[in-house]
């Protein structure tokens, strides 16, 4: 069965700090992205990426950036949290080509930045 | 710009009634739809889909429903359970060009035993 797996469910950070959160697919997906959920907006793509190396900005990239050097895994990168980055963050990948034009979305990360 | 729009923040139904979910898109280019299920605390989950070629699609007590004149979606759960009870987003993707889905704002739905 098709696993995105984000690497921590719940996190608390501080003002200021530097925060990675991880993302790791075993479908040898080209395209992986990442979203933030909050209430009354819906989903927000951050960034998403084509294939290694490649990254493209989303709707809402300011305060990120983001790493993929492996196919499998793409990473999110706060470069310094601000209480306003406070959400549910959902990491997501998709075959390119294929009938099912749908995404498979991880369990997402909780992060509070107090 | 919202181009997926979802004008009810929430919705409640009884048990065993109808369930309607609505959505509007604006851009014509959009000929695949989707819809996701999202539980507190978990990642949304595909739940069904449309191609605009389409007008109806069934999957169970799910359907989903094409106005390609209107730019109009909607969901039909029947009957509604109380594990229904979750958020519900819209998506819309044009298969030529885009690689990322254009999301709707989400529906709550509670229903109600």
């Known amino acids: 069965d098709v696993k995105v797996t984000q690497s921590s469910r719940y996190l608390v950070k501080r003002t200021g700090e530097k925060v990675f959160l991880e993302c790791v697919q075993d479908?040898?997906?080209?395209?992986m992205f990442w979203y933030r959920q909050d209430p009354g907006l819906g989903l927000r793509l951050i960034y998403f990426?084509?294939?290694?190396?490649?990254?493209e900005k989303g709707d809402i990239p300011e305060g990120y950036s983001v790493s993929r050097e492996k196919k499998e895994r793409f990473s999110l990168i706060l470069e310094s949290a601000s209480t306003n980055q406070t959400s549910m963050y959902l990491c997501a990948s998709k075959i390119v080509s294929g009938a099912n034009y749908g995404y498979t979305f991880g369990s997402g990360t909780r992060l509070t930045v107090v | 710009d919202q181009q997926v729009k979802q004008n009810s923040p929430s919705l409640s139904v009884q048990e065993g009634r109808i369930s309607i979910l609505n959505c509007d898109y604006t851009?014509?280019?959009?000929?695949?739809f989707l819809w996701y299920k999202k539980y507190p605390a978990e990642g949304p989950t595909f739940l069904i889909s449309?191609?605009?070629?389409?007008d109806k699609n069934e999957d169970g007590r799910f359907t989903v429903f094409l106005n390609k004149s209107a730019k109009h979606l909607s969901l039909h759960i029947v009957p509604s359970q109380p594990g229904d009870s979750a958020v519900y987003f819209c998506a819309a993707s044009a298969r030529t060009g885009a690689n990322n889905l254009f999301f709707g704002t989400g529906t709550r739905l509670t229903v109600i035993p």
């Open positions: 479908m040898d997906h080209e395209n």
């Open positions: 990426s084509y294939d290694v190396k490649m990254k």
């Open positions: 851009n014509s280019m959009f000929d695949y």
């Open positions: 449309i191609s605009s070629i389409k």
